[in-house]
């Protein structure tokens, strides 16, 4: 995980310091003024993509990563609305970054490194439920053949089997049994065919 973080902070970083050097490099006091807004926009950026997270990939993540991403994002949104309130307030009154503002913001950057890492070192999958025992017999087990076509349906394909257009599918009508499938909720198409 420290190797991702480094990855993706380096990344990130180049990319954020290629946009902010033209607009601070001739000016250090303006580099210095645009760096807690820089860091009011980092933040909200994460705490926007934990929600997103939470809410867009609700159904495939485990149950308790679903909470550990909202309590990070909880943090994040306040993070960033500390951030946010700091910056307008010394911009505002054009005020300088005194001990107390610059040790706030070091304070709430470290803490939110901190709820990134420990959102995902803390998290314990729950343990999977004992196995079921099986009903049928290990030799006795029928041969399941399951056929999707996307976008088909009975409705399209029964008749075509019937007549003779389809021959593979007749067969396996004819030799076995058939009945209709039912999507999952949410109807992604991707997720639903990766399960199947």
């Known amino acids: 995980m420290l190797r991702g973080v ?4 380096s990344l990130v970083g180049i990319v954020g310091l290629l946009l902010h050097l033209p607009f ?23 705490a926007l993509l934990d929600w ?6 609700a159904y495939y993540l485990p ?19 500390i951030a946010f ?47 079921r025992p099986t009903a049928v017999e290990a030799n006795q087990r029928p041969r399941l053949l399951v056929v999707g076509i996307d976008t088909a349906t009975l409705d399209v394909l029964l008749p075509l089997a019937g007549h003779g257009r389809l021959p593979f599918l007749a067969a396996a009508v004819r030799g076995g049994a058939y009945g209709r499938l039912e999507s999952i909720s949410p109807p992604r198409r991707e997720a639903l065919w990766t399960t199947l």
């Open 63 to 81: 149950p308790g990563i679903n909470e550990r991403l909202i309590k990070t994002a909880l943090w994040l949104s306040l993070g960033a609305l």
């Open 6 to 9: 480094l990855v993706y902070g």
């Open 85 to 131: 309130y700091t910056a307008l307030l010394h911009t505002l009154h054009r005020r300088r970054y005194g001990v107390r503002s610059r040790s706030l913001l070091t304070l709430v950057t470290l803490l939110s490194v901190y709820a990134m890492v420990e959102r995902r070192e803390a998290f314990q999958p729950r343990p999977r439920p004992a196995p």
């Open 52 to 57: 997103t997270h939470a809410s867009f990939y």
């Open 24 to 46: 601070t490099s001739r000016s250090p006091r303006r580099a210095r003024r645009a760096l807690p807004w820089g860091l009011t926009a980092t933040l909200a950026a994460a």
